[in-house]
């Protein structure tokens, strides 16, 4: 079940098999609607074939409002493969990972990109499968000024761009996290939000390497916007998405790092769902290709010990509040995603369906507050 | 983009034009995996074709385990049209509804269903666009002894099954509900749960009839498992499943009623995503056909008034706690649903995934708790 190495996604599939009515009627139930695509600069396509990565783009519209102006911006969503193998030094696999993200930053920028988001630790290999220390943990770094952070506000304050910056943070005590480094358009560190949900489950061994953020559901007001990073596993976790929606985000970015098996066909559900949930966009980035490690690790699976970590899938998306959502990217090629959204459509949404009007926040908060009471008991009713 | 009324179901479209290693793959992606068909009783079959309903059952396995035995449960998911038009009397409208569907609790029967369950208000059409008081309150009744109820218990008693009847309720005070009456498999009231969250959009004026539930989230314990009743626009609410799931609950189901256009894209989404997120069978149930009623109405939304209520889309379906689901149902005719289910899978997805563990209910608590005070201030970060 970990899925053909040959596919390419499941749009290429639709695609290649359907057409007319029956491809229209197979968009409209799976993906909402048939989006627009966007009208890519020839620089950005040529750079993309020349570096060989996937840029496609679509265009998500709001209606006209009388009382406020479109609020067009443009998202970038990048996925890609490690480019040095993880026998190479920290400083050379990291500096090949700046190198090939400013390729594909400035491909995003000829794309007319306003905020663009990294996948889940960007500068390294995700080694937490080995549950070695180093010299992975050397790959941690400061959320302010380490060298990662110092890359991506210099791309920043260039372009005019809002940079997501998902890294592996060693903080001033020394304490790791996973964390995602919010850049404004001026260059400047906003802030930083840290992964609030940590997984315990096959080579995600990664409650080894940090704990649970203790910082809350923040949000990040932009020039571009406000936004929320809901890093990795959380996107398992509806309340997760809904605290950073409550603090006002209209865009939620899910940087990730998962492999085939069982989560591939769960992949598309949930940061859609959300999206759906919380009259929100939100932008699901999963890594690409298959890293290989030097010491062999278990993944408590009952299968021998091995040096891989399985194929991380790509088939990074945008799902709209109205439930419609963008094709997805390859899962096999780096790529980067072009969604021109506008915010308006969060409101416009949230006025129709009006879920935060019927969603009951205050009989949830009251069941929560008794259901984490030691002495809490399940409301059952059986036969008499 | 209401939909063509010729697509039988995007399964339909998948499987006439993919083949081979393209629809496995598509499948998987899809659906999860692909499920085994269950080998239903020719009679059952004959039964099927004889009423012209469609009939199709799937088998959602789980790991042996060495110190708790198989948990296997059928579960039957009823879709159907009204059978009388809306302009006949009350009971003639009641009575042929509960004529057809003793037909179809006869196959679901016949195909070895321990647990069935309808959509919502089955016995009435889905009156509530009209926003006119008689003849549609008149449908109104007693959750423990009125006509639907005792035509239920008399099933429920004679076949030795568990039914889940969703009704228009009117209570000893005369107030009315959108509530489900569970009836054990001895024909008795288990009790009654009432509709959490209550739509305001379009057609679905039901705040004009009803009010939301007082009755919190409670779980049925039955005969063949722990089940829970989440009615049609809970589903739009990740918390709403979630208590439920945190009440004990194995099964939730979704009656529903709900039309294309909007709705139809993220009817695959949110029912999968609470079985996901919550380690839980998710059954979503929508009405099918066309309804037409005697005097015409308005549906806010700028086109002129109208009789029909427009295409119920059927489309019914089972999702398990590792995320795959089963095909649906037709989105244009009458059906039964059977699913064979081992309910130890719940526990062997919640110890694998383990988002219980992760769920940090207690922050969501304390937040919520937050939130919903009228001083509350959103955690914003700006730029300095």
Redesign the interface.
Same mark, same amino acid.
């Given at each position: 079940?970990a899925?053909?190495q040959e596919?390419i996604s499941?749009e290429d #599939?639709?695609n290649?098999? $359907?057409s007319g009515? /029956?491809l229209? %009627?197979?968009t409209?139930?799976? &993906?909402?609607?048939k989006l627009e695509e966007l009208n890519l600069s020839e620089e950005a396509h040529k750079l993309a074939e020349r570096a060989d990565f996937e840029l496609a783009g679509y265009i998500f519209e709001a209606k006209p409002e009388q009382t406020r102006a479109a609020r067009k911006v443009r998202i970038g969503a990048i996925q890609n493969k490690i480019v040095a193998p993880t026998t190479e030094s920290v400083v050379t696999q990291r500096d090949a990972l700046h190198s090939r993200i400013g390729v594909l930053i400035e491909a995003a920028v000829l794309s007319g990109v306003n905020i663009v988001c990294m996948q889940e630790t960007w500068h390294m290999p995700f080694a937490f499968c080995t549950r070695e220390r180093l010299p992975w943990t050397e790959f941690a770094e400061s959320a302010e000024n380490g060298p990662t952070t110092l890359f991506c506000k210099q791309l920043a304050k260039k372009f005019g761009i809002v940079i997501i910056s998902p890294i592996l943070e060693r903080d001033e005590n020394e304490v790791i996290w996973n964390t995602a480094v919010?850049i =404004?358009h001026?260059g %400047?560190v906003?802030?930083k939000t840290r992964k609030? @949900?940590?997984?315990?489950?096959g080579d995600f061994n990664e409650s080894t390497y940090y704990m %649970?953020s203790t910082l809350?559901?923040?949000?990040? %007001?932009?020039?571009f916007g406000?936004i929320a990073i809901n890093i990795c596993?959380g996107r @398992?976790?509806?309340?997760n998405w809904?605290?950073f929606a #409550?603090?006002?985000a209209d865009i939620i970015f899910n940087p990730s790092a998962t492999v085939g098996g069982?989560s /591939?066909?769960?992949w598309? +559900?949930?940061a859609?769902?959300a999206a +759906?949930?919380n009259h929100v966009y939100t932008v699901a980035i999963n890594r690409v290709g298959t890293e290989s490690f030097p010491y062999e690790f278990t993944s408590g699976d009952g299968k021998p010990a091995h040096k891989e970590f399985g194929h991380f899938y790509g088939s990074s998306y945008v799902a709209a509040p109205?439930? =419609?959502r963008s094709p997805g990217l390859s899962r096999i090629r780096d790529g980067v995603l072009v969604a021109e959204v506008d915010l308006n459509a969060c409101r416009q949404v949230k006025d129709?369906?009006?879920?935060r009007?019927?969603?009951?926040?205050? $009989? &949830?908060?009251k /069941? $929560?507050?008794e259901? +984490?009471k030691p002495d809490y008991k399940?409301?059952?009713?059986? /036969? #008499?």
């Open positions: 079940m899925g053909n596919t499941i #599939l639709l290649k098999n $359907l009515v /029956e229209d %009627e197979a409209r139930i799976l &993906y909402g609607k919010v =404004s001026t %400047e906003i802030g609030n @949900h940590i997984p315990r489950v %649970e809350g559901h923040r949000v990040f %007001e932009t020039a406000k596993y @398992h976790h509806p309340q809904m605290m #409550l603090n006002g069982l /591939e066909p769960i598309p +559900i949930e859609r769902n +759906i949930a109205d439930g =419609s129709s369906w009006g879920f009007m019927t969603q009951r926040l205050d $009989l &949830y908060a /069941e $929560l507050q259901f +984490i399940q409301n059952i009713l059986k /036969e #008499l």
